[in-house]
């Protein structure tokens, strides 16, 4: 068994303060390091949109954020303008300890899909590499903390399993954005694809 530290998505506009700010995101930071210093690999996400983005409300005239709409690749929720690559709000919240990263996977960067997951973006097709990449290096064991719990760790969570992975979600090491129950419904869902959930 070789394990992997997945980090999703701990960055400024995440944080209080931030454009998409998680309640209590930054509480997270200094367990996660805690983490970090011990694992054997350690990667992290990147949420990483291009100014524009389609999933941005500000891209849809007559929408605002949270509204959701119908993708040509299925349902997304509009959120406002944020994790612009190359901006401080895309930039890991100052006190994560990067420096024993090892991969950093960008998502989202292109301007017609989103990419909740770390592993495929939002047609459930296209993938990251990330699979890839812990194939070739033997893992098959990971960790997942960080934000969002009811997106972006959801999304990955349920994939990591279905793709064959052991996946258990450290819930005490995320956040969520709870939107209309998506907090409970994310829960509900990666429990019953198989991700253990732990507090
Ligand atoms: C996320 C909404 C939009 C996340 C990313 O990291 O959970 N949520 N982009
Ligand atoms: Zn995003």
Redesign the pocket.
């Known amino acids: 068994m070789t394990h992997a530290l997945i980090v999703?998505?701990v960055q400024n506009d995440?944080c209080p303060g931030g454009a998409?700010a998680v309640p209590d995101g930054d509480q997270i930071v200094d367990g996660i390091n805690v983490l970090t210093n011990t694992a054997e690999a350690v990667i992290l996400t990147q949420?990483w949109h291009p100014a524009g983005h389609s999933?941005f409300a500000s891209s849809h005239p007559g929408h605002t954020a949270y509204d959701r709409i119908d993708m040509a690749y299925g349902p997304q929720?509009l959120?406002p303008d944020?994790?612009i690559r190359g901006s401080q709000g895309a930039a890991f919240h100052p006190d994560l300890n990067v420096e024993r990263a090892q991969m950093i996977v960008r998502k989202?960067y292109r301007p017609g899909i989103?990419s909740?997951s770390a592993f495929f973006e939002n047609d459930h097709t296209t993938p990251t590499g990330l699979e890839g990449y812990l194939r070739t290096r033997g893992i098959d064991t990971l960790t997942l903390v960080g934000?969002?719990t009811d997106?972006?760790?959801n999304f990955s969570a349920v994939d990591a399993a279905q793709l064959g992975f052991d996946v258990t979600v450290r819930l005490d090491l995320c956040r969520g954005?709870d939107l209309d129950g998506s907090l409970a419904a994310a829960k509900t869902g990666m429990k019953d694809a198989g991700v253990q959930l732990t507090l």
């Open positions: 999703i998505d995440f998409l949420d999933s929720v959120w944020h994790c989202g989103d909740y934000l969002a997106f972006c760790i954005i």
